[in-house]
């Protein structure tokens, strides 16, 4: 007999779900064939954090109605996440932008208008500003939620057609000290290895990530790791707070924020103290560097440099529960595992000192060999789906250009403009403003026509009342590109609505160096549009504005091109078979023919389709894993390190001191301020603030407090309690719980509400090197208000 | 009526103890368990934001470290969002005009 469609629903539910953990069940799959649930399983990424999870999305009557993990995915195995569970809800959401909206005033009401209309009072601001006060004072700033052929437009048509290199995303708020340290310590951005090698290692050191909470997914695939060898695995979680990643970790190192550099030397003292090191390795492959003019020095001056952080020392810095015991244990562990991954994510990277934090996590893998082999890697775990793909490769920075070419490297940058068949120069040689100078300049007046697109500054810089007078200024106009109304659509002049994942075609790059295509499944609403068909539009207008043929030559290899497939398809094209040809991040092995193939994409480098059709490269620099170590080996050694940034072709160990955060507490505000993530939220909440279900769940931001500061301030749970800090005032319920530390408080950053919104009040200091802000520390005073009051969820809406 | 298969990745050792607690739960049907600590459970609720917070509060309980999703339908769903019968609720004041 047949079973209810709401039986055969249940049984594919529990059927799908037993598949990924490889149990049978014990039903009858010929039911299964009786009735369709979906008329179509559509293929792609889910776009909710940095892990690239496979996903396919059920369309019944041209609508999105299911969605399934697939067990043969290499990045997820099938699993999803919360963030992930009901993004259909999005693409129906009532709250979608769905017309081009315009007010000439920042006061005025907003009035719909046509596409026509929209795209020319874009290019006639944009190029009025460059007519009036050059190219310096247009910008563009992107998202690492972007797709790769959008970003790589954007930045094509400001550098090359508006000559700036005003180009810069919301990655600089979260992973530029990762590429910082990737480029100075191994000469080449990116991961060396992949998730693959989870599942081969023995030791995992998670630092300034909760990585339970922020990547679920990839932490299952930890842990499972752990389950399945008890007495092998070891799990050390290094981090100020105990969230859910530290509670079944088997050692949580809980320091005082601001004290991991020492940390890190302390653990790289012991190493070298007890003889943990790998000479072979430190003697074929690894450099000793020292300060900004990188100078050479050698083994024995880097351990006298090291003598001075005995663990003793650094457990007087780090305080907590860090001990010099402690610390010997978790060093001895990581140097003697038989291979040993680290994590990290922005604990690490959003700080005063960034880029020295990643080089110290690197330099503990770089004196212990834990690198290159199956297993032993150092990690950066990326918090959007594209920064990778589409920012860090695609060129949306101020500083990068596709292929990971520096602007001010005259010999890259005009092989750019040879291969778009622009006039050399016309790539400004300076790279334009990086994103705090970027909003600075904002509120200076320099700026006087600014594009941001699939992101929220208004609510993610630090200090954000600051920014937030600049771009309400009258005299800068604000385009904003994006599917909901923001607390950034509140200050722009002109919000055009977009496709959202799934309503258009594009490739997103994980944090694995793997691009994977999402085909559109269904139509946008409304009249919203993908960005790749805004950006070429407004391109022609502009190009007629100005009279300049070479904007034009921008989007001419695209001109006619059909918006769902056909256009993104051809700026892919482009952008591998070009831009990447020769690169450390070759594609030119994955078109789009290719990528359908691989359900799971390629990880480059993938110089030729054979190759991509393998899946690519699992691990960079290794020879026979690497096509390019084969290609650029200068001897015979296993590990050929060819990083474009590193000439002598060594892995660099930096010298490196402590150096605490740029505001510490002090009498008058004795308490850290931290800030971070909950499960159910995505950055701005933007978008997930619109899923009911995550409202409800955290439905508005909290402070939390240790309950011994909390019973010595007299605060219990829920109590209304003021955060003060220089910049301003939150106030917000208390959560009275045991996982910051003493003298240190923490906030999630997604709530929009003005009295809740915590980036107000964060401070804006930032890495000189990365540029990247130390969202993660600063300095406040907090005071019991009240008992406990009814809130209310807050979100943008029209 | 959203239905979700899931799932769910308990400490071995704590196994029984989980079993006991989600028994519990007349929304949520034990389809099977193994040594390895996998759980799988379908979820069926009125809504979505019903099923959401039973997977929170099954979060919660000792010996569960994780709760992965594997397949979600909700066609009933999409669908009364799309008549207006559902709208997800955004209780939230209007901040620009």
């Avoid at chain 1, 979906?38 to 009557?61: A, S």
Wanted: proline letters at 6%; aromatic letters at 10%.
């Amino acid at each position: 007999m047949g079973l209810s469609r709401r039986e055969f629903l249940k049984t594919t539910a529990a059927l799908t779900a037993a598949a990924l953990a490889g149990i049978d069940l014990p039903l009858k799959g010929e039911d299964l064939a009786q009735a369709a649930e979906v008329d179509g399983w559509f293929r792609g990424t889910c776009r909710f954090c940095g892990v690239g999870c496979r996903v396919e999305l059920g369309v019944k009557n041209g609508r999105p109605v299911a969605i399934r993990g697939v067990p043969q995915s290499r990045t997820n195995m099938g699993y999803l996440c919360m963030k992930g569970m009901l993004f259909y809800q999005l693409m129906r959401h009532p709250d979608r932008l769905k017309r081009p909206l315009y007010r000439a005033r920042k006061t005025d009401q907003f009035r719909e208008i046509s596409w026509e209309e929209a795209l020319d009072i874009a290019a006639e601001k944009f190029a009025q500003a460059l007519k009036t006060y050059g190219p310096a004072s247009v910008a563009y700033y992107g998202s690492g939620q972007a797709l790769t052929e959008e970003t790589y437009l954007f930045q094509k048509v400001m550098r090359a057609g508006l000559r700036t290199n005003n180009v810069e995303g919301n990655p600089r708020l979260c992973m530029a000290s990762a590429v910082g340290g990737y480029i100075t310590s191994f000469g080449a951005d990116e991961p060396i290895g992949s998730y693959a090698d989870i599942e081969q290692a023995f030791c995992f050191f998670i630092i300034g990530s909760n990585m339970a909470e922020a990547h679920p997914v990839l932490f299952r695939r930890v842990m499972r790791r752990k389950l399945d060898n008890p007495d092998k695995v070891f799990v050390i979680n290094a981090d100020p707070r105990v969230s859910p990643t530290s509670r079944i970790a088997d050692i949580h190192l809980q320091f005082e924020p601001g004290t991991d550099l020492a940390l890190l030397n302390a653990m790289a003292y012991v190493i070298l103290e007890e003889k943990l090191y790998n000479e072979d390795f430190i003697k074929n492959y690894c450099a000793f560097r020292l300060g900004k003019q990188k100078k050479r020095v050698s083994f024995e001056e880097y351990k006298k440099f090291i003598a001075v952080y005995t663990p003793e020392r650094a457990a007087d810095i780090c305080k907590g529960n860090i001990t010099p015991e402690i610390i010997r244990l978790v060093a001895r562990k990581f140097a003697t595992s038989p291979a040993t991954m680290s994590f990290w994510t922005m604990g690490i990277n959003q700080r005063i000192r960034g880029v020295w934090a990643n080089n110290l996590i690197h330099n503990l893998h770089l004196l212990t060999g834990q690198l290159c082999r199956p297993g032993a890697d150092s990690f950066s775990l990326t918090g959007q789906p594209n920064a990778c793909g589409g920012v860090r490769e695609g060129g949306g920075l101020c500083h990068i250009l596709p292929g990971h070419r520096p602007v001010k490297v005259d010999k890259l940058r005009h092989q750019v403009e040879d291969l778009w068949g622009v006039p050399r120069g016309r790539i400004p040689a300076k790279p334009g403003y990086h994103t705090m100078a970027m909003f600075s300049a904002v509120n200076q007046g320099k700026i006087k026509a600014i594009w941001i697109n699939c992101t929220s500054p208004a609510q993610s810089l630090p200090n954000a009342d600051k920014y937030r007078k600049g771009l309400a200024r009258e005299d800068v106009f604000v385009v904003v590109t994006d599917i909901f109304p923001t607390k950034t659509t509140e200050l722009a002049n002109l919000v055009l609505p977009t496709a959202f994942h799934f309503e258009k075609t594009g490739v997103y790059g994980c944090t694995e160096r793997r691009s994977q295509l999402t085909v559109k499944a269904v139509d946008p609403p409304g009249e919203a549009k993908p960005e790749v068909w805004i950006v070429r539009e407004w391109a022609l207008k502009l190009a007629d504005k100005l009279k300049d043929p070479v904007v034009k030559k921008c989007v001419e290899p695209f001109l006619g091109l059909e918006e769902g497939y056909a256009l993104p398809k051809a700026i892919w094209d482009e952008y591998t078979q070009k831009l990447t040809a020769g690169r450390d991040n070759d594609l030119r092995g994955a078109p789009y023919e290719v990528l359908k193939k691989l359900p799971d994409g390629v990880q480059w480098p993938a110089p030729t389709k054979e190759w991509a059709l393998r899946g690519g490269t699992y691990k960079k620099f290794v020879r026979g894993l690497d096509p390019l170590a084969d290609i650029h080996a200068v001897d015979e050694r296993p590990y050929q390190f060819y990083g474009p940034a590193h000439k002598d072709r060594k892995l660099w160990i930096w010298l490196r001191p402590h150096k605490g955060p740029a505001e510490e507490p002090d009498a008058e505000y004795p308490f850290y301020l931290s800030t971070g993530r909950v499960i159910d939220h995505w950055h701005t909440s933007s978008m997930t603030g619109r899923i009911k279900e995550l409202m409800r769940a955290n439905p508005y931001a909290y402070v939390e407090i240790n309950p011994k500061d909390a019973k010595r301030l007299g605060i219990g749970p829920g109590d209304m309690v003021l955060v003060e800090t220089r910049r301003g005032r939150n106030i917000l319920p208390a959560k009275v719980y045991e996982g910051p530390m003493e003298k240190m408080v923490f906030v999630y950053w997604h709530d929009m509400a003005e009295e809740r919104m915590i980036n107000r009040v964060t401070k804006d200091a930032f890495d000189p090197g990365s540029k990247e802000p130390e969202f993660k520390i600063c300095a406040c005073k907090i005071r019991r208000l009240s008992g406990p009051k009814p809130l209310k969820p807050y979100i943008v809406r029209l | 009526m959203p239905i979700g298969g899931f799932v769910i990745h308990v400490w071995p050792a704590k196994k029984p103890q989980v079993l006991k607690e989600l028994a519990r739960e007349e929304r949520l049907s034990v389809y099977a368990h193994d040594d390895k600590g996998h759980v799988v459970v379908v979820i069926e609720t009125e809504t979505s934001e019903e099923m959401a917070h039973l997977v929170r509060s099954l979060s919660l309980i000792e010996g569960i470290f994780t709760i992965n999703l594997a397949y979600l339908y909700g066609e009933d769903e999409v669908e009364k969002i799309e008549s207006g019968a559902y709208k997800p609720q955004t209780v939230f004041g209007k901040a620009f005009r």
